[in-house]
């Protein structure tokens, strides 16, 4: 159940293994790196983003909604 909000952020990474129910909202965000190998429940909110690189390895019902993005 972790929840991370971050509007308007410059590169942000997120290591989150093992877990479980992983929100990420990212708006407007530049070099977003995630790694969450393992993870379960993984939704991705990243409008506008650019350079955004998402590591999931045997992740299940990962759900990435990424518009207008380079």
Same mark, same amino acid.
């Given at each position: 159940?972790?929840?991370?909000?971050?509007?308007?952020?410059?590169?942000?990474?997120?290591?989150?293994?093992?877990?479980?129910?992983?929100?990420?909202?990212?708006?407007?965000? @530049? $070099?977003?790196?995630?790694?969450?190998?393992?993870?379960?429940? @993984?939704?991705?909110?990243?409008?506008?983003?650019? $350079?955004?690189?998402?590591?999931?390895?045997?992740?299940? $019902?990962?759900?990435?909604?990424?518009?207008?993005?380079?």
């Amino acid at each position: 159940g972790t929840t991370i909000y971050s509007p308007h952020s410059q590169g942000t990474t997120i290591y989150a293994s093992p877990s479980q129910g992983t929100t990420i909202y990212s708006s407007q965000t @530049k $070099g977003t790196t995630i790694s969450s190998p393992c993870s379960q429940g @993984k939704t991705i909110y990243s409008p506008h983003s650019q $350079g955004t690189s998402i590591y999931s390895p045997h992740s299940q $019902g990962t759900s990435i909604y990424a518009p207008h993005s380079h």
